[in-house]
């Protein structure tokens, strides 16, 4: 997907089977060329993600927009549609069944179908704009032991995420060792990642991107740290 530059449309293509980009009222398996996505024309964009045959995108003033195919085993969503929470969303990470959202103050939601027991609360999030009685239940991931959380991502079934500290955490799915924490064990409540040589160095910045069995940390240090 690609945001248009001058008016703030949002283009797509590529595969579509699942109506992920949005460019079609009924179902297209694939496009060659971009066509504007649906819906979305008069609605500033400030992220977008797109994993797992679905879409989803956080607006300027909070919102949440999905598309494609539907969380729990719903019916395929073809345009865009809003998820309202009263939650002030910045960020939002998809994997293949579930979705992590993140609120300007620091909180971690997650949607979806997840394999793994994770800590968490719930609240309801009614879809609007087009939408039947269908309502998507966001749960609140807990166990951050007061921390704010900075940043998200998703993999295919695993979670991660850094906190204000600098912090890095994750959980979900590990058989291929993608929670870093030197085995391959799945792990249902978020766990601290310790990186190499981290005691001598002084973290100011972290960045975690989450592919479908693996994950890249990105730590930015004081410049008076050594390696």
Not at 67 to 96: E, H, K, M, N
Not at 158 to 176: F, K, P, Q, Y
Request: hydrophobic share 35%; net charge negative; glycine share 12%.
């Amino acid at each position: 997907m690609h945001i248009g530059d001058t008016e703030d449309l949002i283009y797509g293509f590529g595969s579509g089977k699942r109506g992920q980009l949005g460019i079609s009222d009924d179902k297209q398996k694939s496009v060659s060329a971009p066509q504007v996505t649906l819906g979305l024309e008069n609605v500033k964009i400030r992220i977008i993600a797109a994993n797992g045959d679905h879409s989803a995108a956080v607006s300027v003033n909070g919102h949440l927009y999905v598309w494609g195919r539907a969380f729990s085993g719903a019916s395929d969503v073809y345009r865009p549609r809003c998820v309202t929470a009263d939650l002030p969303l910045i960020q939002v990470a998809l994997g293949w069944n579930h979705a992590l959202v993140l609120t300007g103050d620091g909180e971690v939601y997650m949607l979806g179908r997840y394999n793994y027991n994770v800590p968490t609360s719930t609240q309801k999030a009614n879809l609007v704009k087009h939408i039947s009685e269908d309502e998507v239940v966001m749960q609140r991931i807990r166990d951050f032991d007061s921390r704010k959380v900075v940043q998200i991502g998703a993999g295919a079934e695993h979670s991660a995420l850094v906190t204000d500290d600098g912090s890095v955490v994750t959980w979900g799915w590990g058989e291929h060792g993608q929670l870093g924490l030197g085995d391959t064990n799945d792990q249902t409540s978020p766990q601290i990642v310790s990186l190499c040589n981290e005691q001598s160095k002084k973290p100011c910045v972290g960045r975690v991107y989450c592919g479908s069995g693996f994950t890249f940390v990105v730590r930015t240090y004081a410049a008076n740290s050594s390696f």
